[in-house]
């Protein structure tokens, strides 16, 4: 009982002169209290942030050993600092040993997990002891060398600790279940980390009319289940956007509806551009097991008038089949060199996963990012760690370069790219919505969110159609047609149209503040 009210007094704050000093640290046994006790208990320690490594230190050589100094989540003093070793062989550059000094635990039974990075290598430890311990480099690997001299080791701590990341784990990966358990932690997680609202529907699917449904309509989609549920839901968390796909609807000639669609997935399994009927649209909708949540967002009247119709259509379809823009879809989240990251998550950090990416699937890397990159220094076919050592020639911070703004006339190697709603809003230039604008602006920096911000659409609800909010009270300023909760678009229809909007925009969670004018 005496242990059991130690550890609630723990958790719940009591300062830590009151309590006396234990061989371990309270949290260290929850897991050997009953189910029912732990882990409650543990899941209002931990969450899926904790997953997110911090970034404490960068070491470079002997003399960081003064400088490299922070507090871990067990030993609360550390040091690090880096020894250079010569080359045991002619043509090579030598190698290192990384020092770190461990202090000062907290309890006996608990532990730090470090990631250890540059730009050509990641790696990992974890100490329970506490002293100096050693990681051997024995070669480093071209251009390197230069790197860490000037830059140093990016050091990351798992401020949560071995079991902190584990339960964090338990956390985040059933976002990606295709099961009510999955789609359970998608909403719990969205309640928790952007403060969403879940409020059901009397009904899920509307009982609505596709003739009310007009080209150029704007089709916002929010999946909560599987893996493109959890896709979604971290897409959301980090730039602030309540929906995590978008289409449109256009109507031909004889006025039948399409929908064009950047993300479709055809019979390969490949993400490419698509312009489809709306029947066959809507089947795969309502046979997606992630739980597909849709509204429409009618143009306003002023919008309808300006639409050319004809400019949608010569657009739509010479993107039809296209592959899904995969180039810039990162860079539209990202336009500042700090405030675009979630709690923990930094550049430091990005540059360490676009690491491991380009490590374990190069390809991939190059798809995501290294052409991106490449377009931003004006420079061709450098993969990362050669993007990073000429940034550093220019004097062009990496975080600065992640933050420069995508150009919607780039080319890459496989034609323009255009995420879902890059599809969206570049067809809304073509169209002439954007009016003389459209040169100074570049939709691909564009999220989701800013999307549906933009006051494209209808105001007044009078000129919605009748079914629209036949079941939704209080009424939506749109349409919901299909989903189990009602949609959130925050801000929805608020931002007129500006030169260069969106390029320098912050999206920190929870509030994701937008200054006017970014």
Known sequence: MELLLLLLLMILGAPARSLPLLPFHPRDVLPALPHGIAWPTLNRLHNAVDLLPEFVAAVSSPSDRNLSSWKGACFYKNEAWLEFT??????????????????????????????FATPYRVTWDYYFIGRTHTMEIKEWQEGELDYVKDKGISVFLM??????????????????????????????????????????????????????????????????????????TLEKWVTGAYAGHTAFALRDEQGKLWVGE?????????????????????????????????????????????????AAWEYARSMDGKPYGYHNMIFSWIDTPVDNYPPQLDSNLVASVLTVWTRLQPEYAANMWNEALNKRLDTQGLDLPGVMREAEHRGIPFEEL???????????????????????????????????????????????????????????????????NAHDDPPLPFC???????????????????????????????DYYRPSGC
């Open 402 to 468: 992640l933050a420069i703004p995508e150009k919607d006339d780039w080319i890459y190697s496989d034609g323009k790219s255009t995420s879902c709603v890059a599809f969206v809003l570049q067809m809304y230039k073509e169209a002439g919505l954007f009016g003389e604008l459209a040169s100074s602006i570049q939709v691909t920096e564009f999220t989701i969110r800013d999307a549906y911000m933009l006051s494209f659409f209808e105001k007044n609800s009078s000129r919605l159609p009748k079914w629209c």
């Open 159 to 232: 401020k949560a600790g071995m079991l902190g990341t584990l339960m964090a784990l338990w956390d985040v990966l059933p976002i990606f279940s295709n099961t009510g358990w999955g789609q359970d932690a998608n909403i719990e997680f969205l309640k928790r980390h952007m403060k969403t609202k879940f409020v059901e529907r009397p009904q899920s699917m509307s009982n609505f009319s596709t003739d009310d449904i007009q080209s150029g309509d704007f089709l916002a989609l929010s999946k909560i289940r599987g893996r493109w549920g959890g896709f979604e």
């Open 86 to 115: 010569e080359p045991k062989e002619a043509n090579s550059s030598g190698g290192g040993i990384l020092y770190i000094k461990t202090s000062n635990a907290h309890s006996w039974t608990c532990m730090d997990l470090y990631i």
């Open 480 to 510: 919901q047609i299909l989903g189990t909760y009602r949609m959130e678009l925050p801000d929805y229809n608020t931002l007129v149209p500006y030169a260069s909007m969106d390029e320098r925009c912050p999206s920190v969670p929870p």
């Open 262 to 310: 950047s993300g479709h997935e055809n019979k390969e399994g490949q993400e490419i551009i698509a312009v489809l009927t709306w029947d066959d649209w809507w089947k795969q909708q309502l046979a997606d097991d992630a739980n597909p949540h849709i509204v429409v967002l009618p143009l306003s009247s002023a919008m309808r008038e300006k639409f050319n119709l004809t």
